[in-house]
């Protein structure tokens, strides 16, 4: 089974704090990698896409990959409560097929 | 100018009636898709159509049925609807699967609720 694993939160980080979001996938071989915001009853948006080992920044996001952990963060800095919403963790894999993990949950406390 | 536009927004219907979602896109991509969101949000690929024709086909039972007149538009056909089918139903488009970095681009969602 390839999967995209999130922790559901909710995450509460205080408004201006770096908030961290981590997001683990299993299928090796997969190619790209993405960061979706989804406020509530809203479709989702996507915010950050990183291909390479490393960092990837993009205002007060950074996206950050490493393949050898199969592991995909996404940091906030200068959290702002407009941040609140769900982030879902995107990986292509193998299959050419976007797979999402559950989300997490971010709430900005203000 | 919506980007990709799906109708309707909202869909209340019973068991067992048979429902249509339709989804356009005008961003001249190739390929378009179907995601079903259930209750706890998680977001879960369907269909999805590169140029009219079915690339994936995930383990949905076969009352959905996906229709791709042409590239711009995929429209969503169910069957027999079951209370197990309320969720929300997201349509999404990206410029081409073979470039391998597919950003997909979302509709607003149809809200399908089975009573």
């Known amino acids: 089974q390839k999967e995209v694993e999130q922790n559901s939160g909710p995450l509460s980080v205080p408004e201006g704090a770096i908030a961290s979001l981590n997001c683990t996938y299993s299928?090796?071989?997969?190619?790209?990698f993405f960061w979706y915001r989804q406020y509530s009853g809203k479709s989702p948006e996507l915010i950050m896409f990183?291909?390479?080992?490393g960092d990837k920044e993009d205002g007060r996001f950074t996206a950050q990959l490493n393949k050898a952990s199969q592991y995909v963060s996404l940091l906030i800095r200068d959290s702002q409560p407009s941040d609140s919403a769900t982030y879902l963790c995107?990986?292509?894999?193998?299959?050419?097929?976007?797979?999402f993990g559950k989300g997490t949950r971010l709430h900005i406390l203000p | 100018d919506t980007a990709v536009s799906q109708t309707p927004k909202y869909l209340v219907t019973q068991m067992g009636n048979d429902k249509s979602i339709k989804c356009e896109q005008n961003l001249g991509h190739d390929t378009m898709y179907w995601y079903k969101q259930d209750s706890k949000k998680f977001l879960k690929i369907m269909f999805s159509y590169n140029n009219k024709e079915l690339i994936i086909n995930e383990t949905v039972p076969n009352r959905f049925s996906p229709k791709s007149p042409d590239k711009a538009h995929l429209n969503l056909h169910i069957n027999s609807l079951e209370l197990g089918d309320s969720a929300v139903y997201f349509c999404?488009?990206?410029?081409?699967?073979?470039?391998?970095?597919?950003?997909?681009?979302f509709g607003s969602g149809t809200q399908l609720s089975v009573l």
């Open positions: 999404a488009s990206s410029q081409d699967f073979r470039q391998g970095a597919e950003k997909l681009f």
């Open positions: 299928d090796r071989g997969s190619q790209s």
């Open positions: 995107a990986v292509l894999n193998r299959d050419d097929k976007i797979i």
């Open positions: 990183i291909y390479s080992n």
